[in-house]
């Protein structure tokens, strides 16, 4: 509440707690045969003022994390933190913290504009303050024509808008939003995704977002914590997660990639020189916490390679071209290389340039400088 | 460092404070005279009041009294009649009232199929005691015709219910199937409808026979005198000293519809959904 | 219809068909069902209108004699009439002794339910079995089973005497009270099982919304789990109510022709009252009441429904 946030810059602006911090946070569900580990010792810090990510795939945890947070569950083990202070076995309706649930869950007895006063009205706030503040949140989601509407009466683009006023009425320090716009079509769950990241800059609240749509998380995120079956894989900027993934599963999950096995020739600080399988040598920096030697795997985007017309022995591989897939925006080339693996480059259509290649001929790859990134497993 | 497990009991979302004390109370209030009833049924004394050792003598007094006996082969007769007669004619309603695009007078036949559940049975009872007492003088004809039709009628909505809901979960494609397969109507109907639906006809079929057999107010206005079933034998026997004979019939009946109710909960078990 | 349209066309020719052959498969239940169940309340209303036979039966002459007497009384001797204080003791007796059950059944059914609707989805059904059971089980014999509970050599007067509370049974039957508690005990399962169904279908997340809102436990149950599950509680307030006022059995039974309700009162007439229209139009009374009821429900459902779509 205000107070904590008095306090917190009072001692020092810099040494301000973390929104949320969780620490070593375990939890089981079930016992048994059915026991399920769906956290797996997660420690994670949100900074104020964070548009944070929980990204993954179904089942991945991300979710359980979301419910710890928000008091619906208790952790196995482990601590959280709301601003410096533990919260980890509170009650949700004593956390200022609030949810946008995936469906919504609106309440269907009752009207937009109640809907929105419900979180103000348990606090206990004064008539004129609650009234005030719906008008406030009705404005901010532009949905004041319909504040005596019933919420089934309402498109899902609105129910959403109304969810969101609902769960920022009450000011949480935190918002927790659970898969948000997945039941949104296509189109409206891109405008939502600005919208979204404008509300966000705009309260100054904390977010927490839940997704499984990689694309979603890079256009709004400050920053995304990859998560697979119940553990953090890698937590950084939307660049970092894209162009330096650690590991195999964040690379592979995350865009489109290539992936090459080759060996260690030399490691000069935190730059190695490697040999790739066909032959050709490439460097590539080291991600932290790893010392590379024997036999590596790294990772090459396909936008970051060109493809050529086999002339000579040049380029990083060589191969065969196998299928041309044009995409409107772009084309891919897949192409078989000697080991008998798959090779995908990508490259911008230009205007009114016809097809350069065929199915069958033999073409080699450049990479684009410091494109190739080595995994840590 | 992993923080100290705390050993307050978890914040359960689903909880209301006394809640689980009044389900428990309900379970206690549902059971506690219907085992009060079975265990002094046992008893070998002659009051409910005292226990006196266990003994079967009330069973075996029931058993050899003629009354009973005569009740019982009655009451097992007119259930077992209305049963069939009301689970047919059910059948056939449910055949031609689900799975079909509305109609009109669709409303009007669920109305009427349904509208012995809504009147109160005591109503139904005097009506029925006027007609059949007209149509006797008129006629003069006698027995236990009139119990079979008044029964019958008031099972049909019961033996309704199942055999409707299963005939709802199956899905037409399967006759659309089998008449693509050159199967004639009448050949589907015994092939594939039939075979599908029996869960529910015997499910039907029960739950009449046990409405049936329950029945005192009905039973009491249409019977003449002579007729008596058990339960409305049991209802005579109010006025006078109720010895723990009742309580043996009401045991054996008691076992009757549980039996009948574990079957029926096994075959939802087993076929539904 | 809007598919009058097709009639003459090959689909309105397959639709006739259908319907006919609709009404054919549904003739023989309703042939039988207006024989002896909707039928005979036609007659009932005519035997409301006519003259009482000396021996029991009618004298086919009209009357409103039988209407007059429901609510009426005119004295033999001097002529002078009165409210007919018994007949609205029983009516009132009736209204109040099955609005009583209702609340009471609603008070214990609505958590019973809850509970149940709450537990692990492989347990539910197990309590909901034994919910099932005492509702297949006969009316008289679980009737029966509170005599034995509650009569003064019963369950609860032993019981009572003998940990010394007591020195002479309470007499608690052919009581209202023994009534109420007979019934409570009888149509409980008709509360708990539409309860149960309504509260299967709560959205959970709609609770999680509330606490997430700062509701408090008591505020949860007021303000989103009892407006949510109405129309079950709705439902089972109505299938407690109906029977309650149609109760024969019970009130038999538990108040021992002392205490009457409306059923007794019916019965009375057909029998040692020898009074056929009278106790015609008594139950015209309440068929009517209950339709009124029926309707009061109807129209709930629809204004909910109504709103929700």
Redesign the interface.
């Known amino acids: 509440m205000a107070e904590n946030r008095g306090t917190g810059q009072e001692k020092a602006e810099h040494s301000l707690p973390a929104a949320i911090s969780a620490q070593r946070v375990t939890k089981v569900f079930g016992d048994g045969k059915n026991k399920v580990l769906a956290l797996d010792d997660v420690s994670l810090t949100i900074e104020e003022n964070e548009f944070f990510t929980l990204l993954g795939p179904s089942g991945c945890g991300k979710t359980t994390l979301l419910r710890l947070i928000a008091g619906f569950d208790q952790p196995t083990s482990g601590t959280i933190l709301l601003r410096g202070e533990e919260i980890s076995h509170l009650p949700p309706n004593q956390r200022s913290v609030n949810t946008v649930f995936q469906n919504y869950a609106l309440f269907p007895h009752m009207t937009v504009a109640k809907n929105i006063s419900f979180g103000l009205e348990m606090l206990g706030k004064k008539p004129d303050v609650i009234e005030k503040t719906v008008g406030d949140m009705l404005a901010l989601v532009k949905m004041e024509a319909l504040r005596d509407r019933r919420t089934d009466q309402l498109s899902g683009g609105q129910q959403q808008r109304v969810a969101l006023a609902r769960a920022l009425a009450p000011r949480p320090q935190v918002l927790l939003l659970d898969e948000p716009l997945s039941a949104l079509d296509y189109k409206l769950r891109k405008e939502m995704q600005i919208e979204l990241k404008q509300l966000q800059h705009d309260t100054g609240i904390t977010f927490i977002f839940v997704t499984h749509d990689q694309e979603e998380a890079l256009t709004m995120s400050d920053r995304i914590a990859v998560m697979h079956v119940g553990r953090i894989l890698q937590v950084g900027t939307p660049r970092q997660i894209y162009n330096q993934p650690s590991e195999r599963f964040v690379a592979d999950f995350i865009g489109k990639s290539n992936f090459l096995s080759a060996d260690v020739l030399a490691v000069e600080g935190r730059h190695a020189r490697l040999k790739l399988s066909s032959g050709q040598e490439v460097g590539a920096a080291i991600p932290d916490g790893m010392t590379p030697d024997g036999s590596v795997t790294v990772v090459v985007r396909p936008e970051y390679t060109q493809i050529f017309p086999k002339s000579n022995d040049a380029g990083d591989l060589q191969g065969v071209l196998e299928n041309i897939v044009y995409l409107g925006t772009d084309t891919h080339y897949h192409i078989r290389l000697p080991d008998a693996s798959i090779f995908v480059t990508r490259s911008q259509n230009q205007c009114k340039v016809t097809e350069a290649f065929r199915a069958g001929q033999s073409v080699s790859v450049v990479f684009s400088p410091d494109s190739v990134q080595l995994l840590r497993c | 460092m992993i923080s100290p497990i705390r050993k307050r009991p978890p914040f359960s979302l689903k909880s209301q404070p006394g809640f689980g004390t009044i389900a428990g109370l309900c379970f206690v209030m549902l059971y506690a005279p219907i085992i009060t009833l079975v265990v002094y049924s046992f008893n070998a004394g002659k009051y409910i009041s005292m226990w006196e050792g266990f003994s079967l003598q009330w069973y075996v007094a029931a058993w050899g009294n003629e009354a009973v006996q005569d009740a019982t082969i009655r009451s097992l007769y007119l259930a077992a009649q209305a049963s069939v007669y009301s689970t047919i004619l059910a059948t056939m309603a449910a055949l031609g009232t689900t799975r079909t695009p509305p109609f009109r007078g669709l409303t009007a036949i669920y109305a009427m199929i349904n509208q012995p559940l809504m009147v109160p049975e005591i109503v139904t009872a005097v009506a029925l005691l006027i007609l059949f007492a007209m149509i006797k003088s008129l006629t003069g004809i006698q027995g236990m015709v009139y119990l079979v039709i008044a029964h019958t009628a008031f099972c049909i909505p019961f033996a309704y219910l199942p055999i409707r809901a299963r005939l709802e979960g199956m899905d037409l494609i399967l006759e659309t199937a089998a008449a693509d397969l050159y199967a004639t109507p009448w050949k589907t109907f015994w092939r594939i409808t039939l075979p599908l639906l029996w869960p529910g006809i015997i499910a039907g079929a029960m739950l009449a026979f046990v409405i049936s057999l329950d029945d005192v107010v009905i039973t009491e206005f249409v019977k003449s005198s002579g007729q008596e079933t058990l339960p409305t034998y049991m209802l005579g026997q109010l006025r006078r000293v109720i010895t723990p004979e009742i309580n043996a019939i009401s045991t054996l009946l008691l076992g009757l519809s549980m039996l009948v109710v574990c079957v029926l909960f096994f075959i939802e078990r087993k076929f539904g959904k | ?1 809007k598919n009058d349209k097709l009639a003459s066309g090959p689909v309105g020719d397959m ?1 006739r068909k ?2 006919r ?6 003739a ?3 042939v ?10 036609l ?2 209303l005519v ?1 409301s209108v006519l003259s009482a036979g000396e021996y029991g ?1 009618v004298v086919w002459k009209f009357s409103t004699d039988a209407w007059f007497n429901v609510v009426f009384f005119r004295d033999i001797f001097d002529g002078t009439t009165t409210l007919a204080d018994a007949h609205m003791k029983i009516l009132w007796r009736s209204v109040r002794l099955s609005f009583m059950t209702t609340l009471i059944t609603l ?3 609505f ?2 339910a ?3 609707a ?1 537990r692990p989805r492989e347990t539910r ?1 197990f309590w909901l ?6 509702f ?7 009737t ?6 509650i009569r003064n ?3 609860i007067n ?1 019981g009572l005497q003998m940990l010394g509370v007591i020195d002479k049974p309470i007499q608690m039957l052919y009581t209202d009270f023994a009534i109420m508690v007979g019934m409570t ?1 009888v149509y ?2 008709l509360m ?1 099982l539409p309860l149960y169904a309504s509260m299967e279908r709560l ?15 008591r ?1 949860v ?1 007021r ?2 789990i009892i ?2 599950v109405k129309p079950g509680i709705i439902a089972g307030s109505i299938l407690v109510f ?2 309650s ?2 109760a ?2 019970t009130p ?2 538990l108040g021992g022709g002392k205490k009457m309700m ?2 007794n009162l ?2 009375l007439q ?1 029998g040692a009252g020898r009074n ?1 229209p009278l ?2 139009a008594l ?1 015209v009374t ?2 009517a009441l ?1 339709m009124a009821a ?1 309707l009061i429900y109807v129209r709930s459902t629809q204004s909910h429904s109504g ?2 779509r």
């Open positions: 219809m639709q259908r319907t052959r609709n009404w054919l498969l549904s023989p239940a309703l039988v069902l207006a024989a002896a169940a909707s039928g005979p309340l007659i009932v035997y039966g008070t214990i059914g958590p019973t809850y509970v149940i709450t059904s079995f034994l919910i099932t059971v005492p297949w089980t006969n009316l008289l014999i679980r029966f089973a509170i005599l034995e509970v050599e019963g369950l032993i005990y409980l399962p708990v959205d959970f997340n709609l609770v999680e919304a509330a606490y997430d809102l700062y509701a408090t436990r505020k149950l303000r989103v407006p949510l109906i029977p006022l149609g024969f059995v038999r039974v409306l059923g019916i019965e057909f056929w106790g015609a139950s309440l068929l209950v029926l709103s929700v």
